[in-house]
């Protein structure tokens, strides 16, 4: 069965929780082929839920399993993060302060063991 439209709900991809959610837009294909799957993903966005925490001035910490995730030059791409499902998050300037480095992103991949250590050095939970 073929289920693909002219139309579509835009849908992103959270990098800090991995889920799919509705961006509210419709796609639109300009030259009405039946393209598009009615729910496609276009790309990465911050959740309404960690968009709200990041306006807050909020890091993401998310651990993934090193073995697992690929590494491009140093660092993991959200697609190629194996999420461990651990998250943390941070206010920014403790960031700044714990990994001796600005952070600019919204979120930050961390390999097991780091969420730990934070939480005795801050004795916060997450
Ligand atoms: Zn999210």
Known sequence: ????????????????CG???????????????NSLERHTVTGWDLCPEH????????IA???????KSTFT?????PEDAYRTGRIAH???AAATRIFNMPID??????????IDQLEQL????P
């Open 51 to 58: 968009a709200a925490l990041w306006n807050k001035g909020y």
């Open 19 to 33: 889920q799919a959610f509705d961006t509210g837009a419709i796609l639109l294909d300009k030259r009405l082929r």
């Open 90 to 92: 941070i206010r920014k």
């Open 73 to 77: 030059s140093g660092t993991i791409k």
């Open 122 to 125: 801050t004795g916060e939970a």
């Open 61 to 67: 910490l998310v651990e993934c399993d090193p073995e």
């Open 105 to 114: 992103g919204p979120v930050a991949f961390v390999e097991p063991g780091v």
């Open 1 to 16: 069965m073929n289920t693909k439209s002219h139309v579509g709900m835009e849908q992103k991809v959270c990098p800090v």
